[in-house]
Each structure stands twice: as C-alpha cells, then as structure tokens.
C-alpha cells in the first residue's frame, strides 16, 4: 500500500511513480512524516540526504588529494573495487546474500544502467574537474543536479514539483553562481578554467540522469544490493576501458602508493560505500529534485574543512553564497 499523503502532496498520481511509492517499504521515509511546523523531525529521506552530503564532503576531499597523486582514472577503478568489498562485507555480516542473486531481471538491468550512467560516464568527467579545478568548485557546478534531476523526473518519471521547491532550488543556485562567477572589467566572468566547468557540469548531467534511472529501478530492493549491482557494472565497464586506454600500468603503479591508497580507502568507505547507499535511501524517501538539491550541498559542507585543514582563502563573495544556498535548502525543510 502506497502513502497517498506523498502522492497528493507533490500533486500527481502518475503511473510510475505510483508504482514505486507501492512498492513494499519504498516510502519509508514518509511514514512519520511531520505533521506540525516547529519542533518536528525530519523525515527518513531528509536526514539520509544530509548525511550523504557529509559523507560526500570527506569523499571529494579525499579523492581530490588522490587524483593529484595518482591521476583520476586509477581513482575511479580502485574506489570502486573498496567500495564493493566494504558492500559485501557488510552485507554478508548482517545475514544477506554476498551477491543480490535475488534482484529481479528489471533492478538488474536498470541499476546497472545506473552505474554506467553515474559512476563510469558521470564520475569519469567529475573526477578529472577534481584534478583541473578544485573539488569544492567541482561540486558547486555538481549543484546544477537538482535541476536537472527535477525535470528529468517530471519528463521520465511523470514527478511534479510545487512552486516552492523550485523557488528553493532557484535560492540555492543563486548561491552556488556567486561562488563561481567573479566581476571582471565591469563584467560578469568565469573565476576557473572553462575545461574543468564543462567536465564538472557534464558529470552531473551523468549523476543527475543516474540518480532518475536508480529510482525507477530500485522498486522493493534495498540500498545497499541496488548500490551493489551499480558497482559491479561500473566495475566491469572500467575493467574494459582501462586497458583499452592503455593505463594498466598506471593502475599498478597506483597500487603500490601506500599513502594514495589510504586516501582512496578512506574516501571509497565514504563514497561507493556509505554515501552512495544513503542517497539511493534519500531519493526513495523523497522527491528526486529535492533529495538531489539537499545533497548537493556538498560546496557548502566543505567551506570549513578547507580553511582549517588546507589553509585555503575564500572570498567573502563565496562565503556569502554559501549562506544563501544554505537558505534555499532551509526553504526546503522548514
């Protein structure tokens, strides 16, 4: 039994979402769903969003550290590879199958079309704006996902969203263009290479059609299983491309730089692992355009890590669209 509160609160019963909202448990994050306007706790999805944005903030500045060490595509491959051994691992200890055998042919097809699209096409072009331009400025432009998941969902899912949560969005992308743009000779200019913003923009054109296909093809399957099948096929994609590009050796090499390979450790248990599994949580407890602009708040997130832990200097300007990118979320909570 669907929550029809969901479906008449985002204004529509189309078919396929409606399918996905009957799926057993599926709608979890609605059940408690807040029913007064102060004092109340956010719902499942909400605070599996939040957390995918911290977990991702340690992600970007993990993986931004190894990529400059040891190149963006040995990244890639060897986060995967963690990630899905951290996956089975938990997996298997908390008595499910190593591998989800039981999936259903449509979330075998369609999660790992999802992978392809997110982690292989997707974080190939985010990965390389990692090296060119910085990870807090890559997941600035990474903030155009919500947008772009929301008419995504409404041209593929049927999903409609109300006035308010594209007033927020448009909030919050404000914010995000008073980070990226700079005041040059009167004019409004890019502040980094045009390369890098392309390469992070294509990314999360990649995460934002990712993030659609996930949730139209998880149904019942948990998180971690969905999140599971997306690595494999990434990982099989990846076993197929490197040596067609020639970067085997690279990826040896990668290997054996023990201190790379801690960085990378430490961002695949909070990336492919924990993260990702807490965004598939996200957009099935909520509305993809409204998960997707709560987790990209990963600009926001990182703004302190920066200065205290790399010495890095932001300019007021950035530190004021941060604040009010930050209101658009609260636009969405409150």
């Not at 992308?173 to 980094?192: E, S």
Request: some cysteine.
């Amino acid at each position: 039994m669907h929550n029809p509160g969901v479906i008449r609160k985002y204004g529509g019963s189309c078919s396929p979402v409606t399918r996905i909202a009957e799926a057993p448990n599926s709608m979890n994050g609605y059940v408690n769903r807040r029913q007064g306007s102060k004092g109340e706790r956010l719902t499942t999805g909400e605070l599996a969003a939040f957390g995918t944005a911290a977990c991702w903030t340690v992600t970007v500045m993990a993986f931004e550290a190894a990529g400059k060490r040891i190149g963006s595509l040995p990244v890639n491959i060897l986060r995967l590879l963690l990630g899905l051994l951290f996956l089975t691992a938990w997996i298997t200890v908390t008595g499910g199958r190593p591998l989800p055998t039981d999936a259903s042919l449509h979330a075998w097809l369609w999660m790992g079309l999802s992978g392809l699209v997110g982690f292989v096409l997707g974080d190939l072009c985010l990965f390389r704006a990692f090296v060119l331009i910085g990870g807090r400025v890559t997941m600035i432009i990474y903030s155009l996902v919500p947008p772009m998941s929301a008419l995504l969902g409404w041209l593929l899912l049927g999903e409609i969203l109300p006035p308010g949560v594209w007033l927020a969005m448009a909030v919050t992308f404000a914010g995000v263009c008073m980070v990226i743009l700079v005041k040059a000779d009167g004019a409004m200019a890019l502040a980094h290479p045009a390369k890098g913003l392309l390469l992070a923009l294509a990314g999360s054109l990649g995460q934002a059609l990712g993030l659609v296909i996930s949730k139209h093809g998880m149904g019942s399957l948990g998180m971690f299983p969905a999140t599971q099948i997306r690595i494999l096929a990434a990982t099989a994609a990846f076993l197929v491309i490197i040596p067609l590009m020639r970067k085997t050796g690279r990826v040896r090499a990668a290997v054996m730089n023990r201190k790379a390979m801690g960085i990378v450790l430490l961002g695949s248990f909070f990336g492919p692992f924990l993260g990702v599994s807490l965004s598939l949580a996200a957009i099935r407890g909520m509305e993809i355009g409204v998960a997707a602009t709560i987790m990209s708040m990963v600009p926001v997130f990182i703004l302190l890590p920066e200065v205290l832990f790399q010495k890095k200097r932001i300019r007021p300007l950035e530190v004021a669209g941060a604040f009010i990118a930050v209101g658009g979320i609260a636009l969405l909570t409150l």
